[in-house]
T-cell receptor, first 111, second 111 residues
Framework: NAGVTQTPKFQVLKTGQSMTLQCAQD?????MYWYRQDPGMGLRLIYY???????DKGEVPNGYNVSRLNKREFSLRLESAAPSQTSVYFC??????????FGSGTQLSVL | SQQGEEDPQALSIQEGENATMNCSYK?????LQWYRQNSGRGLVHLIL?????REKHSGRLRVTLDTSKKSSSLLITASRAADTASYFC???????????FGKGTRLSVIA
């Protein structure tokens, strides 16, 4: 049982490049989330999907787009990466209102 | 913006001692959750306490919730070196809203 799987684990981008972070869960959860974690800032919500077919902005959505491809998969896209997007990104899934299951994270550096 | 604020930001104790971390929040909640994060890893759920509950136990963990003071505490009894990690509280305003995380408490347990 893999839980929440994120790829890639590490990525280095140049300013202006684009990339997509992939996330998949095998727990049949309705809700999926993307958070970013910066030193001293805790976790901040970028986007979430309460159910298949819906997506909503979180606290820090600027510069990101998401796609809920199906119930299992929720991707995060950076169209034109900026140094301010250097962070650790976590995907998570849950049933609404219940505990979150997190992936192992993607460490992204934008130079 | 962060809903929960953990206190202290960092805590260092000897193995065998108890560790207490506090979380204060601003608005009414549906539930409050505590998570643990080992260095370089994803977050792992510890305990969920609902707004109509006052105390919950799980092994060496004890969580209290005081909705009148908008605060919660996490007590780890008989701490071990393996408890060294960051601990985060997270709150949900309703069953359908995503969790909002605090900035965390870094706990160091010295053998």
């Amino acid at each position: 049982n893999a839980g929440v799987t994120q790829t890639p684990k590490f990525q280095v981008l140049k300013t202006g490049q684009s990339m997509t972070l992939q996330c998949a869960q095998d727990m049949n959860h309705n809700s999926m989330y993307w958070y970013r974690q910066d030193p001293g800032m805790g976790l901040r919500l970028i986007y979430y999907s309460a159910s298949e077919g819906t997506t909503d902005k979180g606290e820090v959505p600027n510069g990101y787009n998401v796609s809920r491809l199906n119930k299992r998969e929720f991707s995060l896209r950076l169209e034109s990466a900026a140094p301010s997007q250097t962070s650790v990104y976590f995907c998570a899934s849950s049933e609404q209102g219940e505990k979150l299951f997190f992936g192992s994270g993607t460490q992204l550096s934008v130079l | 913006s962060q809903q929960g604020e953990e206190d202290p930001q960092a805590l260092s104790i000897q193995e065998g001692e108890n560790a207490t971390m506090n979380c204060s929040y601003k608005t009414s909640i549906n539930n409050l959750q505590w998570y643990r994060q080992n260095s370089g890893r994803g977050l792992v759920h510890l305990i969920l306490i609902r707004s109509n509950e006052r105390e919950k136990h799980s092994g060496r963990l004890r969580v209290t919730l005081d909705t009148s003071k908008k605060s919660s505490s996490l007590l780890i009894t008989a701490s071990r070196a393996a408890d060294t990690a960051s601990y985060f509280c997270a709150t949900a305003n309703s069953g359908n809203t995503p969790l909002v995380f605090g900035k965390g408490t870094r706990l160091s347990v010295i053998a």
